[in-house]
Structure formats: structure tokens, C-alpha cells
């Protein structure tokens, strides 16, 4: 294809996709272009590409990356200004690779199926007038779901509101109990793994929100819609926070899927199951920002007493400490018994303190007497 071609193609292409389907059938090559995160954004329909193109259809993304990373494909291809040729083993056909750049970053890949010989030259060139497209895709991509996912991980009001504005704005139908999970991996090219991961967890349930944010893989579920087990394999672990019920409340417990995932070693670790090896750190000041790791039902506790002067946490501490019993609490704080079954029947009814839970109660007065006991350092230094 000559230059002159490509460049009538790219003045007159509205979209990418426009631009994909009249290089396919100039130059007779089936190709696709997709994403950092490996989805396909736009594929040829003649040539037809569509057949190459199951296994990331079918939600085997990850299957089809570590492959390439098994084989030392992606490390060869990643970052390369030059074309890679190669004959793929899992299409049986030769096929060239490059990465497609914004100045110095790559910004998606592009894969041509050669039917029809093609100059290195003719495919830097693709490669270089797809990025306009791809750049424009970028610059007014406007919100989604995980940017919202992003802002509701800060640690900030505003960007908790706005956060939480974004996901209601894009019809986010979840509901709880939520779960907010860690996904890591040992493997070469992490995040490559990683980003197949969200992308075939999203092709298999799009109700579930995931993004590579910060470095770290954050997946979203919601009352029944779990990340499929079948996903979890090679060298995947994830690590799953306690259920909670208000979406505001993401980014505490990320800390905990955070936590759980560092202290175990299973390819599926829940925090409910680490509380002493949490407790334990908390104690040897290990964990840092213990507050976040206080159930929002006992935070609760706590700025009520704080602003109304009252002593509900101190019941509830004593009261779980003396293995619930009212009496014992009474006894050890001088309270009349009815007192302290009037505070305990506002514990559970206005407060939603729920004592059949010990564990999530337990841990958090570890991590309030922690966060006290920080707080009480720094003050003196």
C-alpha cells in the first residue's frame, strides 16, 4: 500500500474502525488493533479477522497473554519501535506485531495477518496513523466506572462524592453486600497478566468493575455477581475484603484485601480469615492505618460518642470482652443492669451492630486501640 493510499484512507475514515476496514481491504490483509488492556477496539470484516480473534471473544484473554508471555513474545514486542514478525502457533498463520506509540508511551498493539506481503515500512505506518485515532479515543473517553472505582480509593470527600456520582451517572446497578478484592500475580510481565485478567473478568460479568488503578488490580463485586472461580488459576491470587454495604465505603476496605493478600499464601484468601494474623500486626505496629480496618458499624459507635458524649464504645468493648455477657459488663462498669441492656438493644437496633459477627467486632477494637495508641505517639513527639 502506498503512501499516498494510507493517507487518503486517513483523511477520509471517521473512526478507527472506518480506518481498520478500508486498510484490510487495500492492502488484503485481515489485522486488528486493541488497547493496553488487550481489548480489541477495532478488527477488519474483509479480510475477516473475527476468526483469530476467539479466544479473547470467548473470555480466554489471559489464557492467550500468558502464553505470549511464557514464550517471551509480549517482552519482545513491548516497547519495540520496529515490527516483529513471527508465526503464531495458536491462529497457525505468520503474523506481524508492533506496538502503536503516543510519543513515548505505547498505547494499544496491532496485529496483521499476512495474506499478502507487507514492508516493515507499511506497518509502521498503519501503526502511526491508527495512534491518532487512538489518541482522539483517549482524550474524550469522559467518565466511566473505573474512573469512578478510582476516585472512591482516594482519600478525599471530593473525590469520594465524585466517585460515587460517576458510577450512579453510568447506571451502576450493584447491590450489596459488596466485596472489593486485590488480584496479584508472581508472573512475568505482571501487568499484562493483570490486564487480561479485568478484561476477561468484564467480558464474563460486565457488572463487575476492575481497572488496574495505581499499580494494583481493584475488582468490585456486588450480591451475586463473584469473579468467576475459573479465572483464577496459574499464578493468580486474589484477596477479598469483608462484605460491606455502602459503596462510600471502598477504600477502607481495600486496605483489608490489601492486607489479606500479603498475609496469605492461597490463590484465594478472604480477610474474615486472617483476623489474628491481622491482630497480631496490629499489636506489633506492623499495619499501618489500623483505623481503616474499624467496621463501619463500630466507626459509627465512635462518632456518636464523640459528638453526643456518650459511652456505647465502651459498652460494646466490655461487653464483647466479658463474652457478651450483660451482667459481667454491668458489674465491671457500675451500671445498672437495664442500663446496660438498653445500651446493648441500641447497639444492634440503631447502630447495626451484629454480635453473631465477633470476629469483624474483635478486630475492630484492636484496630481502634491501635490507632489510639499511634495517635498517642505522634502527639508526644
Same mark, same amino acid.
Given at each position: 500500500?502506498?503512501?499516498?493510499?494510507?493517507?487518503?484512507?486517513?483523511?477520509?475514515?471517521?473512526?478507527?474502525?472506518?480506518?481498520? $476496514?478500508?486498510? @484490510?481491504?487495500?492492502?488484503?490483509?485481515?489485522?486488528?488493533?486493541?488497547?493496553?488492556?488487550?481489548?480489541?477496539?477495532?478488527?477488519?470484516?474483509?479480510?475477516?479477522?473475527?476468526?483469530?480473534?476467539?479466544?479473547?471473544?470467548?473470555?480466554?484473554?489471559?489464557? *492467550?497473554?500468558?502464553?505470549?508471555?511464557?514464550?517471551?513474545?509480549?517482552?519482545?514486542?513491548?516497547?519495540?519501535?520496529?515490527?516483529?514478525?513471527?508465526?503464531?502457533?495458536?491462529?497457525?498463520?505468520?503474523?506481524?506485531? !508492533?506496538?502503536?506509540?503516543?510519543? /513515548?508511551?505505547?498505547?494499544?498493539?496491532? =496485529?496483521?495477518?499476512?495474506?499478502?506481503?507487507?514492508?516493515?515500512?507499511?506497518?509502521?505506518?498503519?501503526?502511526?496513523?491508527?495512534?491518532?485515532?487512538? *489518541?482522539?479515543? =483517549?482524550?474524550?473517553?469522559?467518565?466511566? !466506572?473505573?474512573?469512578?472505582?478510582?476516585?472512591?480509593?482516594?482519600?478525599?470527600?471530593?473525590?469520594?462524592?465524585?466517585?460515587?456520582?460517576?458510577?450512579?451517572?453510568?447506571?451502576? !446497578?450493584?447491590?450489596?453486600? +459488596?466485596?472489593?478484592?486485590?488480584?496479584?500475580?508472581?508472573?512475568?510481565? *505482571?501487568?499484562?497478566?493483570?490486564?487480561?485478567?479485568?478484561? $476477561?473478568?468484564?467480558?464474563?460479568?460486565?457488572?463487575?468493575?476492575?481497572?488496574?488503578?495505581?499499580?494494583?488490580?481493584?475488582?468490585?463485586? @456486588?450480591?451475586?455477581?463473584?469473579?468467576?472461580?475459573?479465572?483464577?488459576?496459574?499464578?493468580?491470587?486474589?484477596?477479598?475484603?469483608?462484605?460491606?454495604?455502602?459503596?462510600?465505603?471502598? *477504600?477502607?476496605?481495600?486496605?483489608?484485601?490489601?492486607?489479606?493478600?500479603?498475609?496469605?499464601?492461597?490463590?484465594?484468601?478472604?480477610?474474615?480469615?486472617?483476623? $489474628?494474623?491481622?491482630?497480631?500486626?496490629? !499489636?506489633?505496629?506492623?499495619?499501618?492505618?489500623?483505623?481503616?480496618?474499624?467496621?463501619?458499624?463500630? /466507626? @459509627?459507635?465512635?462518632?456518636?460518642?464523640?459528638?453526643?458524649? =456518650?459511652?456505647?464504645?465502651?459498652?460494646?468493648?466490655? +461487653?464483647?470482652?466479658?463474652?457478651?455477657?450483660?451482667?459481667? =459488663?454491668?458489674? @465491671?462498669?457500675?451500671?445498672?443492669?437495664?442500663?446496660?441492656?438498653?445500651?446493648?438493644?441500641?447497639?444492634?437496633?440503631?447502630?447495626?451492630?451484629?454480635?453473631?459477627?465477633?470476629?469483624?467486632?474483635?478486630?475492630?477494637?484492636?484496630?481502634?486501640?491501635?490507632? $489510639?495508641?499511634?495517635?498517642?505517639?505522634?502527639?508526644?513527639?
Amino acid at each position: 500500500m502506498e503512501k499516498q493510499q494510507l493517507f487518503e484512507i486517513l483523511i477520509k475514515a471517521k473512526s478507527l474502525q472506518e480506518f481498520v $476496514d478500508a486498510c @484490510a481491504e487495500e492492502m488484503g490483509n485481515p489485522f486488528w488493533i486493541m488497547d493496553v488492556a488487550y481489548r480489541t477496539i477495532a478488527q477488519s470484516r474483509e479480510p475477516d479477522s473475527s476468526k483469530f480473534l476467539t479466544d479473547f471473544t470467548d473470555g480466554n484473554t489471559m489464557e *492467550r497473554v500468558n502464553g505470549w508471555v511464557e514464550s517471551g513474545l509480549l517482552k519482545k514486542v513491548s516497547g519495540n519501535r520496529t515490527p516483529v514478525r513471527l508465526y503464531d502457533d495458536s491462529i497457525g498463520e505468520n503474523v506481524v506485531i !508492533m506496538d502503536i506509540f503516543s510519543e /513515548r508511551a505505547s498505547i494499544g498493539k496491532l =496485529t496483521i495477518v499476512i495474506y499478502q506481503d507487507i514492508t516493515d515500512e507499511e506497518v509502521i505506518a498503519i501503526s502511526n496513523a491508527a495512534s491518532v485515532y487512538l *489518541r482522539m479515543q =483517549t482524550s474524550i473517553s469522559g467518565s466511566t !466506572m473505573e474512573q469512578g472505582l478510582a476516585l472512591l480509593l482516594q482519600d478525599s470527600p471530593e473525590a469520594e462524592s465524585t466517585g460515587y456520582k460517576i458510577l450512579s451517572s453510568a447506571g451502576y !446497578m450493584g447491590k450489596p453486600p +459488596y466485596h472489593i478484592a486485590k488480584v496479584e500475580t508472581t508472573a512475568r510481565e *505482571r501487568s499484562s497478566i493483570l490486564s487480561a485478567f479485568v478484561l $476477561d473478568v468484564r467480558n464474563q460479568d460486565p457488572s463487575i468493575i476492575g481497572g488496574i488503578i495505581g499499580n494494583q488490580c481493584v475488582i468490585l463485586t @456486588a450480591d451475586g455477581h463473584e469473579i468467576p472461580r475459573s479465572l483464577i488459576k496459574k499464578s493468580i491470587r486474589v484477596g477479598y475484603s469483608l462484605p460491606f454495604e455502602s459503596i462510600r465505603s471502598i *477504600r477502607d476496605y481495600w486496605i483489608q484485601a490489601d492486607a489479606v493478600v500479603r498475609m496469605g499464601g492461597g490463590k484465594i484468601e478472604y480477610f474474615a480469615e486472617h483476623y $489474628d494474623g491481622y491482630i497480631g500486626a496490629c !499489636m506489633r505496629r506492623e499495619v499501618r492505618d489500623t483505623w481503616s480496618f474499624i467496621i463501619p458499624e463500630v /466507626r @459509627a459507635v465512635i462518632k456518636y460518642d464523640d459528638e453526643y458524649n =456518650t459511652d456505647y464504645y465502651d459498652t460494646l468493648k466490655q +461487653y464483647v470482652h466479658l463474652t457478651c455477657s450483660k451482667q459481667k =459488663t454491668a458489674d @465491671a462498669m457500675g451500671l445498672h443492669l437495664n442500663t446496660v441492656k438498653y445500651r446493648i438493644n441500641q447497639l444492634e437496633k440503631n447502630f447495626g451492630i451484629d454480635f453473631t459477627k465477633l470476629d469483624a467486632i474483635v478486630g475492630s477494637i484492636y484496630a481502634k486501640e491501635a490507632s $489510639d495508641s499511634d495517635e498517642t505517639a505522634r502527639e508526644k513527639h
